[in-house]
């Protein structure tokens, strides 16, 4: 889809207006609105909602990549953490019976 306002090619990150008519950015909304001889003066009942589920939306697309990082390293350490206290048993290739074998 393209934006209403400048025509550009909108991504994950657009936004519509109380109409339905997409944009790139808040920006080019708000100056379609302000530069438009039609009336957006009226505020929709769920446009708060909209707005504010969209910003949460964004941030977790801008995020997601650091999100991930931070989890991998914290299973990592927690697999780490788990290994160094039984290092004993995992690394007895089998020598402590059938539940070192299973490991």
């Not at 990150?13 to 100056?31: H, T, W």
């Not at 009226?42 to 707005?51: G, K, L, R, T, V």
């Not at 969209?54 to 780490?80: G, P």
Request: hydrophobic share 25%.
């Amino acid at each position: 889809m393209n934006c209403t306002h400048c025509s550009k090619e909108t991504d994950e990150k657009y936004i519509i207006d109380a109409v339905g008519s997409y944009y790139c950015s808040e920006e080019c909304m708000e100056d379609y609105q302000e530069n438009s001889n039609d009336s957006f003066d009226d505020d929709h009942p769920y446009e708060d909602d909209y707005s504010m589920l969209r910003r949460s939306y964004i941030e977790i697309i801008d995020e997601w990549k650091d999100e991930l990082s931070m989890k991998t390293e914290n299973l990592e350490s927690a697999v780490d953490e788990l290994v160094s206290g039984h290092t004993d048993f995992i690394y007895s290739d089998g020598d402590d019976g059938p539940y070192a074998w299973k490991q």
